[in-house]
């Protein structure tokens, strides 16, 4: 999100799920907040594959190093959502999902 590389639903998307992340930490026995935050987890791994594939640069010769950076933290991010999905899940069933 720092170098405007990505498009604003990239930021909009990760940022909603993170506000739901917060409110599924807050409110301790809601399954519904933990299920939603499941839920966005999943999607936004799914759209970040997209977003990172459609707006890589071709050219990556010519990338400024905030761009590398920015790149670099968008892959690094979506490397550690799968972790996050599977401590989401985790969370879930000890509220009592099924």
Known sequence: CMN???PASYAWGNFSVLAVGIWAIVQRDSLDAIMMFL???LLTVLTDIIHISVFYPP???YLSDVKRFSIGMAIF???LKPVSCYLV???YR???GE
């Open 4 to 6: 405007y590389m990505f």
């Open 94 to 96: 000890e509220r009592g």
């Open 39 to 41: 839920t966005g987890l």
């Open 59 to 61: 050219n990556s010769n």
């Open 89 to 91: 899940y985790r969370m």
């Open 77 to 79: 991010s979506l490397l």
